[in-house]
C-alpha cells in the first residue's frame, strides 16, 4: 500500500484524486516549507511537491521513497543527483501551465510600460494631475527578445504578435529555422539580441551559479527597456537591476520569481517604484492549479500501476546510467 506525501497545498481535485485511489494512505500537509513535509519522510513510498527544497538529506532520509512528483515542470529545488543515485524518477506535469505562465508574463510587459501599479497608487493617494506625467509608453511596435522558445515562448510570441511587436527568440537549443518556423527572428547571439530588444522575457532554466542577465547585460539594454523574469529566481542579479532601475538605465521590470522565496522584509526589490511583482504565481491560476494538481497527482498513480509516461520523467537516462553497472 503506497503512502503518498502531498507537501503544499494543491486544487482538491488533484488531491480528491489520491483519496479515491484503492489502496493509496495520504500524508497532507498545506504549508509550503520544506521544515513542514519533512517529518513524514521516513515512511514515504511517494513524493507530491511544490516549490519547497528537496535536499539529498531528505531523500538519504526516505528510505522508501519511490517516485517524486512535481507541481510543475521545473526543478531546480530539487537535488536529481541524490534521487539519481537511489534510482528514484522525478515526474514533472505535462503542457498544463504554458499558456497561464505566458498570459502571466505579458501582464507584466503590460503593466511595466503602462506603470499602472505606480498610477493606481498616485490615484488612490489623489493625485490625479500624475496622469500628465507621460511616465508611460506603448508595446506597440517594440521588440520583444523571448529568450527559451518553449511552449510558454511561443504562446508569449503570439500575444505579443497581437499587440504589434516585433518577436526576437534566443534558444541555445533551437535551431534557427525551427525558430523561424512559428513566424519570429531568430537570435543567435543573446547580447545582440539585448542590445536592440525593447522588451526581455526570460523562459529559461537556471544552468550554473551566475545569472543570465547581470550588470555586464543589463549594460546592453535600452535605458528603456523592460526586463521580465516568469522563469526562475537567479537568472537576474537583483541588485544590478535595482541599481540599473535606479540610476534609469532599465526602464522598469516584472519579477514573478526570486532568488528568495518570498523576499524578505526590507529587500529593496520590495520599495521599487519601477518594478511590477508577483509572488511566483504565474501559473497559479484556478484552471491552471487544477491541470496541475490532477497531472501531479496522476503521475504517482500511473507509477505505481506501471504507465508512467516516460516523457514526464526528467532523469529517466541519469537512472538507467545508473542502474547499467548494477545489472553487469
Known sequence: ????????????????????????????????????????????????????????????????????????VGYDSVDVAALNKRGIPLAVVGDVNSRAVAEHAAMLMLSAARRTVLFDRKMREGDWNYRNSLDAFELDGGTLLIVGFGRIGKRLAQIAKGLGMTVLAHDRYQDSASIEAEGVVAVDDLMEGLKVADVVSLHVPKVGAEPLIGAAELALMKPTAILVNTARGGLVDEGAVLQALEERRLGAAGLDVFVDEPPLPGNPLLFCERLVLSPHNAGLTEACGRRMAISAATNILDFFNGSLDPALIVNSAEIEAHAAPLRA
Open 1 to 72: 500500500m503506497p503512502r503518498v506525501v502531498v507537501a503544499g497545498k494543491i486544487h482538491p481535485d488533484g488531491l480528491a484524486i489520491l483519496q479515491n485511489a484503492s489502496g493509496v494512505e495520504i500524508d497532507y500537509v498545506e504549508d509550503v516549507s520544506a521544515a513542514s513535509y519533512e517529518p513524514f519522510m521516513a515512511t514515504a513510498d511517494a513524493l507530491l511537491i511544490r516549490t519547497q527544497p528537496l535536499t539529498a538529506g531528505f531523500i538519504d532520509a526516505s528510505p522508501t521513497l519511490k517516485i517524486v512528483s512535481r507541481h510543475g
